[in-house]
């Protein structure tokens, strides 16, 4: 493992992490930005060079390493030679859990990096460092479990109360003295009218607006949201199926504002909209194409106004700032030329081909590891300890499924593309599309407008799994 930090040429990740940012203050909340002051220190002190920040908020140190996207990003950073060292402001926020702990270290010892954590050096290459590093994570999950059980318990006695355990009071209600809720008479007739017009076939979009002409802000995911919160009836429902909690429920925790037979018919209010035929655009099922604003999945249309022409479009009820849109016809030239770049050049189709062989690999690796641990366990599936592993690495073999499924199967001789330049053109678009989940991890589209080919070029970052 490097040890030598004199150089300034050892470069640096700084991982900040916080379970929970909403509604958060106080001595004992570690602030991203004390976390991100923290770690500047720590590298300046030890002659490291930053060379960014991965934030994970709303993101709890329990998780599995395939859950922590900042994590896992700094790690993949280190395991591919982009960094040298990852870098913690304290203990904690590295992990909560013995497992991820444990396999952090093993990979970052393996790759030869540099793990740093509330300003020592975490290792496992030696039975010292291992015994230190695991008693600390040990102590780290004892934590979070012990708050998990009287969290549930308060949250149990909260809902048996009629109280609900979160902050947001749904339009209608206020709140009691004593955490009880109670209908609000300035905002109930609101939400009464949201019901009555939906029930009455009124869309999404008009009860939105309607909601706004009473001040009352909500997106259009936000409108179908209150419209299906079962408050409304009087019911109190906490929490979700995980495998080691059940929802928590109380059927009679507040004063209805909404009649039964009511909630039922706006819960049947779903506009048939017929069977859609499937798109033939090459990337409308590929789910590569990314708004640069929100994330979500662009999908295809047609502009009727412009002769039906084709483009990508992020999904208009999503809650997003600036809905991308993109000519299809420029995304799809954007993703193909990337894609005939990295089959020209033998290091891509390697890559490629090793990354779908990997992808298998890791399949099979979490399929021993659960079946193993089933047959190992067994008789004990009613520990809590025994359920929460098994779940882990169940999670861990559909997560591997899923990235089998997206990049298909490793290929062989006789299927593979050999020049990229000559054959494309000759490949039906089904072969495309196979190819192109091999290579693209993702192609991201920036908010944005211009005229002509090259301003919508410019606005794609296409990013491959050969990179």
């Avoid at 994590?71 to 913690?88: C, H, K, M, P, Y």
């Avoid at 033998?346 to 992808?359: H, P, Y």
């Amino acid at each position: 493992m490097a040890t030598s930090t004199s150089q300034n040429t050892h470069r640096a990740i700084g991982v900040v992490r916080v379970s929970r940012v909403g509604g958060r203050e106080g001595e004992r909340f570690l602030s991203p930005d004390l976390q991100r002051e923290r770690i500047e220190a720590e590298c300046e002190r030890r002659g490291l060079r930053m060379i960014e920040t991965r934030e994970e908020l709303d993101v709890s140190g329990g998780k599995a390493l395939g859950k922590r996207p900042g994590l896992s990003q700094a790690l993949a950073a280190v395991e591919d030679g982009r960094a040298e060292a990852i870098v913690f402001a304290y203990r904690d926020r590295m992990d909560r859990s013995i497992t991820t702990g444990s396999e952090l270290c093993e990979r970052m010892d393996a790759a030869g990096g540099l793990l740093i954590a509330d300003g020592n050096v975490i290792t496992h290459s030696t039975h010292d460092g291992w015994r230190r590093s695991t008693f600390e994570s040990f102590l780290n999950e004892d934590q979070r479990r012990a708050v998990g059980e009287k969290m549930q318990a308060v949250q149990e006695r909260c809902v048996s109360e009629g109280r609900p355990p979160w902050s947001r009071v749904a339009l209608g209600y206020q709140r009691q003295a004593d955490g009880t809720l109670s209908p609000d008479p300035k905002t109930m007739a609101v939400v009464q009218r949201a019901f009555e017009m939906r029930a009455g076939g009124e869309s999404i979009t008009q009860v939105r607006n309607m909601l706004g002409s009473h001040g009352v802000e909500r997106s259009h995911r936000g409108v179908q949201v209150m419209l299906a919160n079962r408050i409304y009836l009087g019911e109190l429902h906490f929490g979700k199926k995980d495998g080691k909690n059940k929802p928590l429920l109380n059927r009679a925790a507040c004063e209805p504002i909404i009649e039964r037979e009511l909630f039922d018919r706006v819960q049947r209010m779903v506009i048939p909209r017929g069977r859609q035929p499937q798109s033939t655009r090459l990337l409308a099922r590929l789910g590569v194409l990314r708004c640069g604003s929100c994330g979500a999945r662009l999908s295809s249309m047609k502009v009727p106004k412009q002769n039906d022409y084709p483009i990508y479009r992020c999904p208009s009820t999503s809650d997003c700032d600036h809905h991308v849109t993109i000519s299809a016809v420029i995304a799809e030239q954007v993703v193909s030329d990337s894609v005939r770049t990295a089959l020209a050049d033998v290091k891509g189709r390697a890559s490629a081909e090793a990354n779908a062989r990997g992808a298998e690999d890791e399949l099979a690796k979490a399929d021993a590891a659960l079946a193993g641990a089933i047959a190992a366990l067994s008789g004990l599936e009613d520990v809590p300890a025994t359920r929460a592993r098994l779940a882990e690495l169940r999670q861990v073999r559909d997560d591997a499924q899923a990235r089998v499924d997206q990049i298909g199967a490793a290929p062989t001789a006789d299927g593979f593309v050999i020049d990229g330049a000559k054959d494309w053109d000759r490949l039906n678009a089904d072969e495309r599309r196979a190819l192109i989940r091999r290579f693209v991890e993702r192609a991201t589209v920036a908010p944005g407008r211009g005229t002509g080919r090259e301003a919508g070029a410019g606005r794609i970052t296409v990013e491959l799994f050969c990179q």
